[in-house]
């Protein structure tokens, strides 16, 4: 499967800033018709209104709130591209006394969240002649940071989720694309400590191309593409192989 951004219509949560506003801003550039911005407060979206017009809308959207996802559902009834972006990190290492806490909010967000977008937006999409859903999750997916233990251990748990999506979203003509960013220039990465980072435009930018190629995985920056090297053989070889023994 691959997925052209050209006359689409798309809708990216957390959009105001960092990675998802530069995902707007590569998707309006790729010839998107209409991006929808899902953010908990749509006053921050005022630049970009400003620069696109009615190419863009805001929406109100809390990924921490169950009944936001149905009332985003029946506000963007044309999408035919979701890109799940939002997400929260809470510093915490194992045995931190913020550990508990910040794992229950990460995985209200990072993992709950995106169960209840899919599960919202899978009619939405199978309806389309074309669809695709995108999933930013992290290289700490994949490898366990000590002191953002319980951020890789909610990542893990989207990955997972996302690799369950592809299968399911396949027998819909959806095509999944699950992205693995190491640090990149934002807010976030700011209150993680990393001060050396890759423009957001790596990510957005890496997703149009993959859209297009059909790829499942997405490792856009700099650290990423050092974790892709050692973990492309797995990932062939197991996660996107067909274990089935049909």
């Known amino acids: 499967m691959s997925f ?3 006359g689409k ?3 990216v949560t957390g959009a105001n800033r960092g990675i998802g506003k530069a995902i707007v801003e590569s998707l309006i550039a790729h ?3 209409k991006v929808y911005l899902a953010v908990r407060n749509p006053e921050t979206t005022l630049e970009l209104s400003q620069r ?3 190419k863009v809308l805001a929406l109100q959207f809390d990924a921490s709130d169950e009944q936001s996802f149905t009332a985003l559902a029946e506000q963007a009834q044309d999408v035919e591209l979701v890109v799940n972006n939002a997400g929260v990190l809470e510093p915490a290492a194992p045995l931190s006394d913020n550990a508990v806490k910040a794992l229950e909010y990460e995985m209200t967000v990072n993992v709950y969240g995106l169960i209840h977008i899919a599960q919202k937006f899978a009619p939405i999409l199978q309806e389309k ?3 695709a859903f995108v999933q930013l999750n992290s290289v700490a997916s994949i490898k366990n940071f000590t002191p953002f ?8 748990a989207a990955y997972s989720i996302t690799q369950g999506l592809k299968d399911e979203f396949a027998e819909k003509g959806i095509q999944v694309l699950s992205v693995h960013p190491g640090p990149i220039k934002t807010d976030m990465a700011a209150q993680a400590g990393f001060d050396e980072a890759d423009p ?7 997703i149009v191309k993959a859209l297009a190629s059909g790829d499942f995985h997405l ?4 650290m990423a593409k050092m974790f892709e090297s050692e973990y492309q053989s797995y990932a062939t070889n197991i996660i996107t192989a067909d274990l089935s023994g049909e």
């Open 200 to 206: 957001a435009s790596s990510v957005s930018e890496g």
């Open 31 to 33: 010839g998107a018709k």
């Open 4 to 6: 052209s951004i050209e």
């Open 129 to 131: 002649s074309e669809a």
């Open 219 to 222: 490792f856009p920056d700099s």
């Open 52 to 54: 696109y017009g009615d």
């Open 9 to 11: 219509v798309a809708l």
């Open 149 to 156: 233990t319980t951020y890789s251990a909610s990542k893990a």
